[in-house]
Nanobody, 115 residues
Framework: QVQLVESGGGSVQPGGSLRLSCVPS????????MGWFRQAPGKEREKVACISKIDGISYGDSVKGRFTISRDTAKNTVFLQMNSLKPEDTAVYYCYAVVGYNNHWGQGTQVTVSS
């Protein structure tokens, strides 16, 4: 059974940094496409970053140059390093994985950027 467990969310001031982690169970991080979406109150879910063997790495336009996605196969973890955070980055961040024809989601972790 596929499960994704996120951690690392929290509150930070504008300009600060956070690192999110996502640990899958049932597969290794380099086997399938994985990434992050986010959803702010009243807004649609938005792609943040994706990493896969076939397509490489991609980012949503609003986070390019500030966020970095990576994976550590030894720790079986996908990371999202978020720098220069802005109030508009406030959202629930969801880890996802594309396993076969199915999309799997984590439970989400809250990120709040506020002074």
């Amino acid at each position: 059974q596929v499960q994704l467990v996120e951690s690392g969310g929290g509150s930070v001031q504008p300009g600060g940094s956070l690192r999110l982690s996502c640990v899958p169970s049932g597969f290794t991080v380099d086997r399938y496409a994985m990434g992050w979406f986010r959803q702010a109150p009243g807004k649609e879910r938005e792609k943040v970053a994706c990493i896969s063997k076939i397509d490489g790495i991609s980012y949503g336009d609003s986070v390019k140059g500030r966020f970095t996605i990576s994976r550590d196969t030894a720790k079986n973890t996908v990371f999202l390093q978020m720098n220069s955070l802005k109030p508009e980055d406030t959202a629930v961040y969801y880890c996802y994985a594309v396993v076969g024809y199915n999309n799997h989601w984590g439970q989400g972790t809250q990120v709040t950027v506020s002074s």
